[in-house]
Nanobody, 121 residues
Framework: QVPLVESGGGLVQPGGSLRLSCVVS????????VAWYRQAPGKERELVAGISATNTVVYGDSVKGRFTVSRDIAEAAMTVELQMNARKTGDTAVYYCNAPYHIGYPAGGYWGQGTQVTVSS
């Protein structure tokens, strides 16, 4: 069973909205903390948003005020969603789900397969 599975990527026009979803299962789910990263062509991977086990949320500077991360915990799996509003062309990247997430620490050891998001008119 793949512990992190993303969905929801696609093409969106500038200013539009898109929602990504990450289903977390297995042992990874027990940590209760997940982050979204993204990587654009020719750039380093960067933190988009993270939600800790204690429900503390951290956003990257480039997405503050535009993106919102939320978490829903069910018995079988945990779902973490990233609501992206007011999209800019600079948001074009592959978005990855990552766990476990600890504020101020490097990325966790588990990665999803990534989902492509393209912002273009």
């Amino acid at each position: 069973q793949v512990p992190l599975v993303e969905s929801g990527g696609g093409l969106v026009q500038p200013g539009g909205s898109l929602r990504l979803s990450c289903v977390v299962s297995g042992n990874v789910r027990r940590a209760g903390s997940v982050a979204w990263y993204r990587q654009a062509p020719g750039k380093e991977r960067e933190l988009v948003a993270g939600i800790s086990a204690t429900n503390t949320v951290v956003y990257g500077d480039s997405v503050k005020g535009r993106f919102t991360v939320s978490r829903d915990i069910a018995e079988a799996a945990m779902t973490v969603e990233l609501q992206m509003n007011a999209r800019k062309t600079g948001d074009t990247a592959v978005y990855y789900c990552n766990a476990p997430y600890h504020i101020g620490y490097p990325a966790g050891g588990y990665w999803g397969q990534g989902t492509q998001v393209t912002v273009s008119s």
